[in-house]
């Protein structure tokens, strides 16, 4: 199972991370007039950090357009208006704060990573590509820039370019478990499971509470006909999480490979009832089985 790293996942440690600041940052002192200019944006910077970090973004959003009333260039306050736009859903003002963002700071990668995850999400994975390979430029060592341009290359199907960036990502992050599994399971998808499985077993290692490695591992000894490790595996990854259409279709599919028809039936009809996606793989399943065991019964007969 490929595991994605959500970007609503990463703005909630951005508001996080930006609460810790406000809760950081001592009271301002008053300011006379001849002040007031220089004291402006840092004060503006921190009501707008305080009211995100308070949930009020449209409060944020009018600091920071005070701020770009006062000082069009201001670099954070673009950068921080492009990431609650995306958050907002409002595609068009985000695209303007994130494209300016990155001509005031053109070297930064991470502009244009976040602009690039931006794009993937919104518009064209093909166009964010392009921002991304431009964010390694500048960041050819960071894991997450890494990781997500694999993702990307994974949407585009492909695999082999994908499997080089997660491959990466884990060598410069060394315990960086999604990295380890996603070069597992794009190495099963081609059917290399003995290659696979070294990588597996360290996506465990650094995270033995990850569904997904447990599936992705259970994936490959099913590929490699070892159905009993398999279902040791995909059980254990559903005690993690029992929500997930795509274990439940993986274990059906080891179930059937066993004979275990009937309990097949039953996982391919939980994972057609959790995840739409595995309707008409699941539905293929359940027939096969009942031609099997009505096979098996007239044969008994």
Same mark, same amino acid.
């Given at each position: 199972?490929?595991?994605? *790293?959500?970007?609503?996942? #990463?703005?909630?440690?951005? +508001?996080?991370?930006?609460?810790?600041?406000?809760?950081?940052?001592?009271?301002?002192?008053?300011?006379? %007039?001849?002040?007031?200019?220089?004291?402006?944006?840092?004060?503006?910077?921190?009501?707008?950090?305080?009211?995100?970090?308070?949930?009020?973004?449209?409060?944020?959003?009018?600091?920071? /357009?005070?701020?770009?009333?006062?000082?069009?260039?201001?670099?954070?306050?673009?950068?921080?208006?492009?990431?609650?736009?995306?958050?907002?859903?409002?595609? #068009?003002?985000?695209?303007?704060?994130?494209?300016?963002?990155?001509?005031?700071?053109?070297?930064?990668? @991470?502009? =244009?990573?976040? =602009?690039?995850?931006?794009?993937?999400?919104?518009?064209?994975?093909? @166009?964010?590509?392009?921002?991304? %390979?431009?964010?390694?430029?500048?960041?050819?060592?960071?894991?997450? *820039?890494?990781?997500?341009?694999? +993702?990307?290359?994974?949407?585009?199907?492909?695999?082999?370019?994908?499997?080089?960036?997660? $491959?990466?990502?884990?060598?410069?992050?060394? %315990?960086?478990?999604?990295? &380890?599994?996603?070069?597992?399971?794009?190495?099963?998808?081609?059917?290399?499971?003995?290659?696979?499985?070294? &990588?597996?077993?360290?996506?465990?290692? =650094?995270?033995?509470?990850?569904?997904?490695?447990?599936?992705? +591992?259970?994936?490959?000894?099913?590929?490699?006909?070892? /159905?009993? @490790?398999?279902?040791?595996?995909?059980?254990?990854? $559903?005690?993690?999480?029992?929500?997930?259409? %795509?274990? /439940?279709?993986?274990?059906?599919?080891?179930?059937?490979?066993?004979?275990?028809?009937?309990?097949?039936?039953?996982?391919?009809?939980?994972?057609?009832?959790?995840?739409?996606? &595995?309707?008409?793989?699941?539905? @293929?399943?359940?027939?096969?089985? #009942?031609?099997?065991?009505?096979?098996?019964?007239?044969?008994?007969?």
């Amino acid at each position: 199972m490929f595991y994605n *790293i959500d970007m609503m996942k #990463r703005f909630l440690v951005l +508001i996080f991370t930006l609460f810790f600041i406000t809760t950081a940052v001592k009271a301002v002192p008053l300011t006379n %007039e001849s002040n007031i200019d220089k004291h402006f944006s840092k004060i503006s910077h921190t009501l707008a950090l305080a009211n995100v970090a308070h949930g009020n973004v449209y409060g944020a959003i009018e600091q920071y /357009y005070g701020i770009l009333g006062y000082e069009p260039d201001d670099l954070y306050a673009n950068y921080y208006l492009a990431v609650i736009y995306q958050e907002l859903g409002n595609k #068009r003002l985000a695209s303007k704060f994130y494209k300016k963002a990155m001509s005031l700071n053109p070297e930064d990668g @991470k502009m =244009y990573y976040t =602009y690039g995850m931006f794009v993937a999400k919104t518009s064209s994975e093909k @166009k964010a590509l392009k921002y991304l %390979e431009k964010a390694l430029e500048y960041s050819p060592y960071d894991a997450e *820039i890494l990781y997500d341009t694999g +993702i990307v290359y994974l949407e585009q199907e492909d695999n082999e370019t994908a499997l080089k960036y997660f $491959i990466e990502a884990a060598k410069a992050e060394e %315990e960086f478990s999604a990295a &380890y599994n996603n070069a597992c399971f794009t190495l099963a998808m081609d059917n290399k499971f003995q290659e696979a499985l070294p &990588y597996c077993e360290k996506a465990i290692k =650094y995270d033995n509470k990850s569904f997904a490695a447990y599936d992705s +591992i259970g994936y490959v000894y099913f590929g490699l006909g070892q /159905y009993d @490790k398999a279902v040791d595996f995909f059980e254990t990854a $559903i005690k993690i999480n029992n929500t997930t259409g %795509e274990i /439940y279709f993986h274990l059906a599919q080891t179930l059937e490979a066993k004979g275990e028809y009937n309990d097949a039936i039953t996982n391919y009809q939980v994972a057609s009832t959790l995840d739409r996606q &595995y309707k008409s793989k699941s539905n @293929k399943g359940i027939k096969n089985c #009942r031609k099997k065991l009505s096979k098996a019964e007239k044969q008994s007969i």
